[in-house]
């Protein structure tokens, strides 16, 4: 089958967090059209086990690659952790995967102390115990789930009496431990950057890899010889209820588009 550069970019999360994510990827591929689907009726991953994880990231890949994409964004690190590697080996398609900032977090630090927001499974996986080993051997990692967090951002708003209960928990340690760079190892999490800024020592950076994994694409893309050619089209799909996704979708970045249903 050959694939045109029209076609548009799968990019999934479990939910709205992947969204921090498509905006790198709009900003830096204006050309590009994106379909983002959000397994909400499955959020939160976080705390799902891994062959659930795997078995649905598989799923929702192979059906964005059937409707037509021409390349997968994995806009997720607990789905990357889970099945990236899985879901490359069953595609022919380009598959872009992210992961908790590490490598950029290791060569900003002064202290050598890195904060790790990130979920659960994320912290636990095989994946994330190589990425340290392999890029930060040397540093005191904090690693700190975050249970709850990306599902509060979704239902109640990055403001919200709830998850500023939860910053306060999951954040202070970072503080304390004196961190001076703080990886946001889950996409839902730049949504509440400026609160998890409140509660860190001035100074302290933090890093995300939304930027990283634009480049990426586009680099992907123009290898495949795929590159542009989408006319910057948006299309949002949904597996939990589509009318609550378009709620959220114009709470929390102002975007009015009907988010089609997905039974899948
Ligand atoms: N946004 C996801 C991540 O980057 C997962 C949030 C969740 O579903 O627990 O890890």
């Not at 709009?26 to 086990?49: I, N, V």
Request: net charge positive; with cysteine; hydrophobic share 45%.
């Amino acid at each position: 089958m050959t694939i045109e550069p029209s076609q548009p970019i799968g990019v999934f999360d479990s939910g709205l967090g992947g969204l921090t994510v498509l905006q790198s990827l709009r900003a830096r591929l204006p050309s590009e059209g994106f379909l983002y689907f959000a397994d909400t009726r499955h959020l939160p991953y976080g705390d799902k086990p891994e062959s659930f994880i795997q078995a649905r990231a598989q799923h929702i890949s192979a059906t964005l690659a059937e409707r037509g994409c021409k390349a997968i964004v994995i806009a997720c690190n607990t789905a990357t952790a889970a099945a990236a590697e899985s879901i490359r080996a069953r595609l022919a398609i380009p598959v872009i995967a992210l992961e908790p900032a590490i490598k950029p977090a290791a060569a900003l630090t002064r202290n050598g102390i890195l904060g790790v927001l990130a979920t659960t499974r994320t912290l636990t996986s095989r994946r994330f115990a190589q990425l340290v080993k392999s890029h930060a051997p040397n540093a005191t990692i904090i690693a700190q789930a975050c249970p709850g967090l990306a599902e509060t951002i979704e239902a109640e708003g990055p403001g919200s009496a709830k998850v500023e209960t939860l910053l306060d928990a999951y954040v202070r340690p970072l503080a304390s431990a004196k961190a001076d760079v703080v990886v946001l190892g889950c996409t839902h999490y730049p949504w509440v950057k400026a609160g998890i800024a409140r509660r860190l020592l001035p100074e302290t950076a933090m890093v995300d890899t939304g930027e990283a994994v634009a480049r990426q694409l586009g680099r992907r893309l123009k290898e495949e010889n795929i590159l542009g050619g989408g006319h910057g089209q948006l299309r949002f799909a949904a597996s939990g209820d589509a009318i609550q996704v378009g709620a959220t979708l114009a709470r929390l970045c102002g975007i009015r588009a009907s988010v089609e249903s997905w039974a899948i």
